[in-house]
């Protein structure tokens, strides 16, 4: 999928949009295979039988910091690209909080609202969204964070500003 693409004077009136990622199915396979890539094997991830019969979500479910790895792809399907980005990265976060557990099988998806742009002289852009990972049918998302993402664009591009 190709990203969209905003100029840096664009990003600022951005401020307060929201934006969607699309649904995404987290499937034990991905519960499983996340639990081998960090030695988390807590059964009420990785034993659906056990997890049916001992816990109150009648399944697995997803790791907390599995779900949060999920932004790196749902930022690309929704968030825009600032026009001659030489790169992006995550900056990180300042307030994480998870609210519900994401059951093998749900679907989830990405609701992102820019809350603020720094738009520095030296070509550096820091984001901020505020961002949810809704649960399909649940009425608290799984988690809610604010996600600090860092873009380097061109230096003339923001001397264009003033």
Avoid: C
């Avoid at 820019?114 to 009425?139: C, H, Q």
Wanted: hydrophobic share 45%; proline share 4%; aromatic share 10%.
């Amino acid at each position: 999928m190709t990203a969209r693409t905003v100029s840096v004077s664009e990003v600022r009136a951005a401020i307060g949009t929201e934006l969607f990622s699309g649904w995404r199915v987290v499937t034990q396979a991905m519960i499983d295979d996340f639990a081998r890539a960090t030695d988390d094997f807590q059964w009420i991830h990785t034993d659906p039988e056990r997890a049916a019969a001992e816990t109150p979500f009648g399944g697995t479910i997803a790791h907390g910091f599995l779900t949060l790895s999920l932004l790196s792809t749902l930022a690309y399907e929704a968030l825009p690209v600032i026009e001659t980005t030489t790169m992006g990265m995550n900056y990180g976060f300042d307030k994480i909080r998870f609210a519900a557990p994401v059951k093998a099988g749900a679907k989830v998806r990405a609701r992102f609202v820019l809350k603020d742009a720094d738009i520095r002289p030296s070509g550096r852009v820091l984001t901020r969204y505020d961002v949810n990972l809704e649960i399909d049918g649940s009425a608290k998302p799984a988690f809610t964070a604010e996600w600090i993402i860092l873009a380097v664009i061109d230096p003339e591009e923001v001397a264009k500003l003033d």
